[in-house]
Every structure is written in C-alpha cells, then in structure tokens.
T-cell receptor, first 114, second 113 residues
Framework: DGGITQSPKYLFRKEGQNVTLSCEQN?????MYWYRQDPGQGLRLIYY???????QKGDIAEGYSVSREKKESFPLTVTSAQKNPTAFYLC?????????????FGDGTRLSIL | SQELEQSPQSLIVQEGKNLTINCTSS?????LYWYKQKYGEGLIFLMM?????EEKSHEKITAKLDEKKQQSSLHITASQPSHAGIYLC?????????????FGTGTRLLVSP
C-alpha cells in the first residue's frame, strides 16, 4: 500500500542533542512538508519542499533543518538551538505543491525532552 | 492571535444528532481544506473548497464555504461513534496558490452512544 511512514513513533532527546526524524513516502509525490502540532495551537509549518534538492522555510523554521536528496525522503533534524522541541511532528506529501492537490499525512512522531 | 478560528473547541453530541463546526478568518480564504485527526495520529483528508458559495458532501458530512470566503462550516448529519475525532480546517490565506496552509486549532468531537 502507498503511504507515508514516519519513524520513530516516540523519540526522547537529551538537552543539547540533535535528533533526526525520518519521513519516507512511496506515493511518488513531488512535494513534502513538516509540521509541528502543539496543544491548542493547531499545525504550524516548519519546512516544505516542492521538488527534490529544493526546500523552503515555513513559519517556524528556527532550530530545525531538513534535506531533500531523494524524492521519497524528507528527514527533519531538530537541533539543540530549538529551545522548546517537545511536540508532535507530522510529515505530509502532495502530488505537487499546487493548492488543489491535498496533502497526505503520516502518523507522526512524538518528541519529548528528558 | 490565531489566523483561523474554529468553534466550538470541543463538542459532545449524542449518537444520531446533527452538529456543525465553524472555521472563521478575518482574511479571505482563497482555498480551504477540512481534515479529520484521531488522537496521536495523522490527518485524513475530508474535503477541499475553493469557490465562494461552494458546497461539497461525502456520506454524512457536508462542507460549505460562504460567499465572502471568510467562513467555512462542516456539518455532520446523524452522527455516529466513527465520527469522533479532531476536525481541523487548513486554508491558503495569503493567495499563494500553493500548499502553504494555515491551520485552525481544531474541534474535538465526542459522540456518546
């Protein structure tokens, strides 16, 4: 079945450490996205990529980095510069970046600070 | 302040009852998506609206975008336990034409038997 796989489902980080969240899709979608979800704040866009080897900052990119070396993969690194990393992280993809192509979401990674 | 306001924040309805969730913005909604999320999981696409006055239905769920394109509503008829979850609206409020969506804070729906 085609879909988006996020791993791990739960992740714990010590303060000062970088951690990388994995997102893989086999939908042959060009565009991919990372969101952060906090209680009471909805989803906020961290980074997005409309095509391989290209990505753009979203609304809350500070303290995060991404790469898009392969069409199917869009890993997110939460760096030590992100002061409040505890959140639920969602990855999504769409066929293109055009508005009329709905996003398909993975099941998320919950990141907690030890 | 939130650019997309959803109301109510939470809702408990008896099975079989109808309900409406609203998504409101002070800015033009150039296009809007409704998604459903089960707690701790990803979002599932429900419907997309782009034109003022547009209305779409799927099974027992109807979504509308008002003529002024500043409010959308999601109506569920004869609710069932399977409708329980968090409903989120996401919209293009910057007229980018792309999938740079701003999301509401969500409405948590519980359906009691």
């Amino acid at each position: 079945d085609g879909g988006i796989t996020q791993s791990p489902k739960y992740l714990f980080r010590k303060e000062g450490q970088n951690v990388t969240l994995s997102c893989e899709q086999n939908l042959n979608h060009d565009a991919m996205y990372w969101y952060r979800q906090d209680p009471g704040q909805g989803l906020r866009l961290i980074y997005y990529s409309q095509i391989v080897n290209d990505f753009q900052k979203g609304d809350i990119a500070e303290g995060y980095s991404v790469s898009r070396e392969k069409k199917e993969s869009f890993p997110l690194t939460v760096t030590s510069a992100q002061k409040n990393p505890t959140a639920f992280y969602l990855c999504a993809s769409s066929m293109t970046g055009d508005f009329n192509q709905p996003q398909h979401f993975g099941d998320g990674t919950r990141l907690s600070i030890l | 302040s939130q650019e997309l306001e959803q109301s109510p924040q939470s809702l408990i309805v008896q099975e079989g009852k109808n309900l409406t969730i609203n998504c409101t913005s002070s800015k033009t909604l150039y296009g809007l998506y409704w998604y459903k999320q089960k707690y701790g999981e990803g979002l599932i696409f429900l419907m997309m609206l782009q034109k003022g006055g547009e209305e779409k239905s799927h099974e027992k769920i109807t979504a509308k975008l008002d003529e002024k394109k500043q409010q959308s509503s999601l109506h569920i008829t004869a609710s069932q336990p399977s409708h329980a979850g968090i409903y989120l609206c996401g919209a293009d409020i910057r007229n980018t034409g792309f999938q740079k969506l701003v999301f509401g804070t969500g409405t948590r729906l519980l359906v009691s038997p």
